[in-house]
């Protein structure tokens, strides 16, 4: 199972330098989930940025290339329990307690995951 954070679906839909990383997770066909609350990140900075139209474009792929999972109380409290351990924003304790539940795979370049077991982790890589 692999989960693909905010910022890996955003970096694949631009295109940009670390697209090719998150490629391997979105495009494999294998066991992919989707956190609601990444559906919510990746269509705010879309329509922030290219307008609604853009955005309902990307999370319609998102939601064709996996399965939606949505925030339930025992996930809920499961991120919460993280975010105080670890010391994580609401947005990556919620990320990372869905892939913890369901055994999977987190795809990252945000480096508060680096090193953490179950994660795979790129350095964000700057466009030139």
Sequence with gaps: ???????????YFANAPNA??????????????????TLFEVYKRVAQQKGPDDAMTAVGLMTQQGD??????????????????????MADSIILAT??????TLWTQDADFEGMPGVKYVAKEKAQ
């Design 1 to 11: 199972m692999n989960v693909v954070d905010s910022s890996g679906w955003l970096e």
């Design 20 to 37: 090719g990383f998150f490629a391997r997770a979105i495009e494999s066909g294998k066991d992919l989930i989707i956190p609601v609350l």
């Design 68 to 89: 939606l999972i949505d925030l339930t109380a025992p996930l809920a409290l499961s991120a919460a329990e993280l975010s105080v351990r670890l010391k994580l924003p």
């Design 99 to 104: 892939a913890q539940a369901y055994q999977a």
